[in-house]
């Protein structure tokens, strides 16, 4: 079983994920890591938090002559705005983030909640998941993660390969798809900071190259779209998740809903063994397994919590009104949340991986993943 921890707070020395199911064999380029380590810090309505640190990744264990060898691997992403036993608590906690709720059931500061739940963490999950994705890059299975939707605001997506994506989504300031439209989000974006207000967005990743059978019918908790809910459900301030047509699905017929099965001989040698479909409303995943289609996942990200013109609060102490504290934040962290997302829906992806295919050693992955095509396409 693949799968990782993190340990850390947001003002504290440092930030660690611990991977534990490994496979051995693959060579880890830390410079890529590192690549998304710094776009996570990106993206237009960031805030000056993100002109003091230069995130990069230490990779502490697990690694020989820079490749895996099957033991638990930590990667470590130092803090350089280390400050923690120099801040004082909150007196008064903040709507929307988990200050008041997380006092309260740990029967303690503010501050002890707010440095772990703060999205400082996703720097190492970001770390993990681009560690996963190298080795997703070996089955030839490709991810992006970009911005559909930013401040009520939809942006297209235009038709192309995923390499056009990247493309055009590294052109624009809010990592979208439609980098001639980043002018008009940026101004929303600093209208939105003069008047002491953040904004949301929705998120969507694509992972292409996907065999049939990741994932399982046969077990609620190992289905590979609840899996993946949860890995995205997880990552600070999102409050929605859905996979392919998604909420649409619920207010059409099934038939316009279910994508129809056709087999085209000649692309049997694919990874979907020929078996294409005319749409992809399901997202790339049946019954909590791949069916071979690329893989569509979207993310509803809510405004940030923290507002420079704050909502009403109390003060913790007294029980007293009071407007809620400021701690310095960001305007809008949406085009970093895609970064996010895309990192935690490829481990998931690779766990899932491993899971069919083995995880001991990459060599042995790729045999067992070469015969399984072999054979499924002989079924």
């Known amino acids: 079983m693949l799968r990782y921890w993190t340990a ?9 994920a611990l991977i534990d199911g490994f496979p051995a064999g693959l060579l880890i ?3 890529a890591i590192n690549v998304e380590l710094v776009r996570r810090q990106g993206g237009y309505g960031r805030g000056k938090r993100q002109q003091l640190e230069v995130d990069n990744v230490d990779v502490l264990t697990g690694v ?4 895996t060898i099957g033991s638990p691997i930590a990667l470590q992403v130092i803090n350089r705005d280390y400050k923690l036993e120099r801040l004082k608590d909150l007196e008064r906690p903040r709507p929307g983030h988990a200050d008041l709720t997380g006092a309260i059931k740990h029967l303690g500061s503010i501050r002890g909640i707010l440095e772990r739940a703060s999205a400082r963490e996703t720097a190492v999950r970001v770390a993990a998941g681009m560690l996963a994705k190298q080795l997703l890059a070996q089955f030839g299975i490709d991810t992006i993660g970009y911005v559909t939707e ?9 038709s192309g390969s995923l390499a056009e994506h990247r493309r055009l989504r590294d052109e624009s300031e809010i990592y979208c798809l439609a980098p001639e439209q980043n002018q008009k989000f940026i101004d929303l974006i600093d209208q939105t900071a003069e008047q002491g207000d953040t904004l949301g967005g929705v998120i969507e990743v694509r992972v292409e190259g996907l065999p049939i059978g990741l994932g399982t019918h046969a077990q609620w908790d190992r289905k590979l779209d609840g899996r993946l809910a949860q890995a995205v459900m997880a990552v600070q301030a999102i409050k929605g998740v859905e996979i392919g047509m998604g909420f649409q699905a619920a207010r059409l017929p099934g038939s316009l809903v279910h994508d129809p099965i056709h087999h085209d001989p000649a692309r049997t040698h694919e990874p ?3 078996y294409t479909r005319p749409s992809n409303h399901a997202g790339g995943l049946e019954g909590g397994m791949t069916n071979g289609q690329p893989l569509v996942i979207r993310a509803a990200k809510k ?16 029980k007293q ?3 809620a504290q400021y701690e310095r934040s960001d305007v809008c962290a949406v085009p970093a949340a895609s970064v996010i997302i895309e990192a935690v829906v490829a481990f998931e992806v690779a766990a899932a991986l491993v899971d ?14 070469d015969l399984y095509l072999e054979m499924a396409r002989k079924a």
């Open 8 to 16: 850390g707070e947001s003002h504290g020395k440092a930030l660690l």
């Open 29 to 31: 380029d830390e410079a």
């Open 64 to 67: 020989w002559q820079g490749k």
């Open 150 to 158: 930013l401040g009520g605001v939809a942006i297209e997506t235009p």
């Open 272 to 274: 979907s063994l020929g």
């Open 303 to 318: 405004p940030i919590a923290t507002l420079r013109k704050p909502l009403e609060s109390i003060n913790w102490e007294t």
């Open 321 to 323: 009104p009071q407007k």
């Open 356 to 369: 069919k295919f083995g995880g001991d050693s990459l060599l042995e992955m790729k045999a067992r993943y």
